[in-house]
T-cell receptor, first 113, second 114 residues
Framework: EPEVTQTPSHQVTQMGQEVILRCVPI?????FYWYRQILGQKVEFLVS????????KSEIFDDQFSVERPDGSNFTLKIRSTKLEDSAMYFC???????????FGQGTRLTVV | AQSVTQPDIHITVSEGASLELRCNYS??????LFWYVQSPGQGLQLLLK??????LVQGIKGFEAEFKRSQSSFNLRKPSVHWSDAAEYFC????????????FGKGTRLHILP
């Protein structure tokens, strides 16, 4: 069964460093998303991406964040100058088309020290 | 914009007992509705979804949910819980537009007593 794959599963980084979280969505999907879950809290929407551009972003997704689909298969989330409060589980998701369910990856646990 | 409320932060039931987890949504039209389950340290697994049609939907692991438009609710039920059902459960609502982003509730943590 096709699945969304995220790497790495766990990343530790020093405050102020840049990190790139990687996702390989399901191959025929057209809609892509990043979500964040701070430990013990709810899953929060960060950004949606369609047709090679951001279609919507939340207030969390400020200039520190960026997304890219560099090669037609990967979907990345870059966090510049990480802060302690960026420590969270980051989930990537993809959907085939409008009106279909989103499939989530297993997440990347980011720890900023 | 859509939103979802899960009024119960924690629910404790005995193994073998029935379960109902509450979810209320806010959206101007008929939404897409989902229930996801998350075991500790794990990702999100889709239990079931409602898009249209029959308002009682069946999911995996013996779960079902009923969409009630008049109450703006999508409660999750299971007739007899198992110890392995202990997890965090998230209700989510999606909008019927191009973006289709999903908004999650705060979750309900289910505890099972032996």
């Amino acid at each position: 069964e096709p699945e969304v794959t995220q790497t790495p599963s766990h990343q530790v980084t020093q405050m102020g460093q840049e990190v790139i979280l990687r996702c390989v969505p399901i191959s025929n999907h057209l809609y892509f998303y990043w979500y964040r879950q701070i430990l013990g809290q709810k899953v929060e929407f960060l950004v949606s991406f369609y047709n090679n551009e951001i279609s919507e972003k939340s207030e969390i997704f400020d200039d520190q964040f960026s997304v890219e689909r560099p090669d037609g298969s990967n979907f990345t989330l870059k966090i510049r100058s990480t802060k302690l409060e960026d420590s969270a589980m980051y989930f990537c998701a993809s959907a085939e088309r409008e009106g279909t369910e989103a499939f989530f990856g297993q997440g990347t646990r980011l720890t900023v020290v | 914009a859509q939103s979802v409320t899960q009024p119960d932060i924690h629910i404790t039931v005995s193994e073998g007992a029935s379960l109902e987890l509450r979810c209320n949504y806010s959206y101007g039209a008929t939404p897409y509705l989902f229930w996801y389950v998350q075991s500790p340290g794990q990702g999100l697994q889709l239990l079931l979804k409602y898009f249209s049609g029959d308002t009682l939907v069946q999911g995996i692991k013996g779960f079902e949910a009923e969409f009630k438009r008049s109450q703006s609710s999508f409660n999750l039920r299971k007739p007899s819980v198992h110890w392995s059902d202990a997890a965090e459960y998230f209700c989510a609502v999606g909008a019927r537009n191009r973006d289709d982003k999903i908004i999650f509730g705060k979750g309900t943590r289910l505890h099972i007593l032996p």
